[in-house]
């Protein structure tokens, strides 16, 4: 078999493992409304904003495992039994990963009167995510819009049972949801006889509603997420990105792990739960819910409900799988093909390795291939030529930093300096371009191109150890590059070469968008490490594009140029390019000249354009009134803690015990101030009978929410807890904690321990008031202040 044959038939593999992988196309259109079984009424943004109101202000923080939580329950219990449900409240007691969690969860039954029924439920967790936080939006809104739901549906004669639920402890390892689907809650539903469960989680944000159909290792069936994206309305109802998660932490989750068809509904960008260490929750408050996009989630629920009822049969879950929008089309990638992609993509890969060297020479001259060292060490030239053009799109940031003493300036305005950093990126290439130039001797291009195959495959099995189908991008990729290579060289291998990368920079822009703000909060913090990482993940293709689609003439190469019967040798010099021109000197000798290259052109419109942008970022303020930052103040007593997402400028106190006005300017996104506040007294006590501690808090002012630490050696366990409680261990101490809120009078809790007899305890409660103990005034111009309170009492050894 000739070479071209070889060449063309590894083309045809590529080809078809690529059809391979996007055959599974599931159109939204498969997706028709049933007729309105679950009655025909649209949800009432007054009513859902109502609710709201009532568990986010009037009731406030619920965190898991308290009265408070359980006083929003039975408000819940109360609303659905008043639209004729059966309503029934388990309690919850359960094994977390870090503790124990002791809650409750509402389930509320419309039985169908049709026999051996199977049932829809429509669900929303109640505790809110930290114990300051007043949880409008996570998850006074999903319950609001479950509640809706619920209005909506009463008395309809509906194929299914409706049910609906109210999940305690969410943030406690999803424990409410998981009694239920493992059914450990003890309701009157059997878990087995749910066909869809629909989970409303932080819908109150306005934006479209988004479906998460994916739960980590299981997900909803392709077509049953195809049918709900069309029951929905259709358009770019999801976030394909969180199918790349080996964990979501939703309320969906644990009904996929058990084989039920579940999905969340939510408004929110991407994921429907706050970032680690994100000041979200602490300004999550009611005036922040949109009710409109309550009543929307309703009504696109009910949509789901309606959809699931007019199917004979849901399909069960299923291993992830990949979902983007094509031509208004959704394509399903399933795990097999992603999975058949990948091992096609390296098999093909390594198969390419020996009949490359016939297939990238296809000029007569006879070019020996130069060996490995070289290639290796300007495959970590290019690297590092990368990593520094990358860094370059940080200059904006930069100067507007220096300026203005502002660490991350993109939080005000992330677009404009997204496009200005780009433009200052593709200045940079271009300047780099024009230095180094961009083409390699002949000999080097061999070695360069199977280093890049290779790396690829390694970057194939990275990917798919990491987040499995997210192996795809590169695979993809891969597949592509072969294809470059078998095709003869042209403008066809060029623009093949050219493709490959775009792939993964489509999955890198996603993930930017969506989860990348999640599980990479913090990466602009590092800039440098940032581009380090993304040009070891770009070097491959960069290096494919150099050996596939080379610049023509480079450093060292020479044109003979002819003219009669003179040769004229000249050394081109990258960005210049030599022309001939059809006219003669006055002796009659032809005149040669230089004419500089378009990328000359480009490179200076290209920095022209990169200090405009830049220069514009001056004319407005990093902060204003309609994009303002946020600001978290909590008041200790003796200071003020300052914290938001970026330097804390420009911010004046007033008020307390002190005369006059301080100001706050701090190049840190934390502060404390120290400050003359009221500090009303606070009481800890603890008593131990055995190896039982019990303590007590009590307050002048009213106590929102309390929590007793207990901090011992290692080795120290809890026997008994009526009460939540999450355990930290390390090698030598543990710390447990128990949080409580809503109580009526003095907090009070008591735990039975496991501790060798005289073991020392540390005990002491930290809380917050239900109001701030001193009035203070906050001033900053672009600035959203959000004030709490917070009290520590000193720690009190006590012996078991």
Not at 325 to 347: M, S
Not at 418 to 426: K, N, S, Y
Not at 604 to 614: E, F, K, M, S, V
Request: hydrophobic residues 50%.
């Amino acid at each position: 078999m000739s070479v071209y044959k070889r060449m063309v038939f590894l083309a045809v593999l590529a080809a078809a493992a690529m059809y391979v992988a996007l055959a599974a196309a599931s159109p939204a259109s498969w997706a028709a409304r049933s007729p309105r079984l679950l009655g025909g009424d649209a949800a009432d943004a007054a009513m859902a904003m109502a609710h709201v109101q009532h568990l986010a202000s009037a009731i406030g923080p619920r965190p898991a495992g308290t009265k408070s939580e359980a006083a929003a329950a039975e408000y819940i219990a109360q609303n659905l039994s008043e639209y004729g449900y059966i309503v029934s409240v388990t309690p919850v007691r359960r094994g977390v990963a870090d503790g124990l969690c002791v809650s409750q969860n509402v389930v509320a039954v419309s039985p169908s009167p049709e026999p051996r029924a199977k049932t829809i439920l429509i669900a929303a967790s109640i505790d809110s995510p930290a114990p300051d936080s007043p949880g409008a939006d996570d998850n006074a809104s999903g319950v609001a819009a479950m509640l809706e739901c619920a209005r909506i549906a009463a008395g309809a004669n509906a194929r299914h049972n409706l049910a609906f639920a109210a999940f305690g402890a969410s943030s406690m390892g999803r424990a409410g949801s998981k009694a239920i689907a493992e059914a450990a809650g003890g309701a009157d539903m059997d878990p087995q006889d749910v066909i869809m469960a629909i989970v409303l989680d932080s819908v109150g944000r306005p934006g479209p509603v988004k479906l998460i159909p994916w739960g980590g290792p299981r997900a909803l069936a392709p077509r049953v997420m195809a049918g709900l994206v069309g029951a929905t309305g259709g358009g770019r109802a999801f976030d394909a990105t969180v199918g790349l998660l080996t964990e979501v932490r939703a309320d969906h989750a644990p009904f996929l792990y058990a084989g039920i068809p579940a999905v969340s509904l939510t408004t929110a960008r991407s994921l429907p739960y706050p970032a680690p260490g994100s000041l979200a929750p602490h300004w999550d408050s009611a005036n922040s819910v949109d009710p409109m996009s309550v009543a929307k989630s309703a009504d696109a629920a009910i949509a789901v409900a309606r959809w699931v009822s007019s199917q004979t049969r849901i399909q069960a879950p299923v291993r992830p799988y990949l979902a983007f929008y094509l031509f208004g089309a959704v394509i399903t990638v399933p795990y097999v093909a992603v999975l058949a992609a990948a091992v096609a993509a390296a098999a093909l890969g390594l198969l390419s390795l020996r009949p490359a060297r016939y297939a990238l020479y296809t000029q007569i001259t006879r070019v020996r291939p130069e060996g490995y060292s070289r290639a290796l060490a300007t495959s970590l030239a290019v690297y590092a030529v990368l990593a520094a053009v990358l860094w370059t799109s940080f200059v904006p940031t930069l100067i507007v930093g220096a300026v203005r003493g502002i660490e991350r300036p993109w939080n005000a305005y992330p677009i404009p300096f997204a496009v200005a950093g780009a433009i200052c990126a593709l200045f940079f290439a271009l300047v780099a371009v024009s230095l180094v130039g961009t083409g390699v001797r002949d000999g080097v291009r061999l070695p360069l191109l199977r280093l890049s195959i290779l790396l690829q495959i390694v970057l194939i099995c990275f990917v798919f150890g990491a987040t499995r189908i997210g192996a795809f991008f590169p695979a993809l990729g891969l597949l592509l590059t072969v294809a470059a290579l078998a095709v003869p060289d042209g403008l066809a291998r060029r623009s093949l070469a050219w493709l490959a990368p775009l792939p993964g920079g489509w999955l890198a822009i996603q993930a930017a968008q969506g989860v990348a703000r999640y599980a990479f909060i913090d990466a602009l913090e590092v800039p440098v490490v940032l581009c380090l990482l993304v040009a070891a993940v770009g070097l491959p293709y960069v290096l494919a594009l150099i050996a596939l689609a080379p610049a023509g003439a480079g450093q060292g190469q020479e044109i003979m140029a002819k003219a009669g019967s003179l040769d004229l040798t000249l050394d081109v010099v990258p960005g210049v390019t030599v022309r001939e021109y059809n006219r003669r000197g006055r002796r009659g000798m032809p005149i040669l000249g230089r004419r500089q290259s378009p990328r000359v052109a480009l490179m200076w419109a290209l920095g022209l354009l990169a200090a405009i942008l830049t220069g514009g970022l001056f004319l407005r303020p990093s902060y204003s009134p309609e994009s303002p930052q946020y600001v978290h103040v909590v008041q200790t007593g003796r200071s003020i803690l300052f914290e938001s997402a970026d330097n804390i400028r420009g911010v004046s106190v007033a008020g307390g015990r002190t005369d006059g006005v301080q100001t706050v300017d701090v190049g840190r996104s934390e502060f404390e101030l120290p400050f003359n506040l009221a500090a009303p007294a606070v009481t800890l006590s603890a008593r131990v009978s055995g190896s039982r501690i019990s303590m007590s808090l009590s307050s002048d002012q009213p106590v929102a929410w309390a929590a007793f630490e207990l901090e011992g050696p290692g080795g120290m366990e809890i026997v008994s807890s009526e009460r939540s409680y999450t355990m930290k261990k390390t090698r030598d101490s543990v710390k447990i904690s128990t949080i409580l809120a809503g109580e009526p009078g003095p907090f009070t809790a008591e735990v039975e321990l496991s501790a060798p007899s005289g073991t020392q305890v540390m005990v002491r409660a930290i809380g917050a008031y239900r109001r701030n103990p001193s009035e203070i005034v906050l001033t900053g111009a672009g600035k959203r202040f959000y004030q709490g309170n917070e009290f520590i009492t000193p720690a009190k050894p006590i012996t078991i």
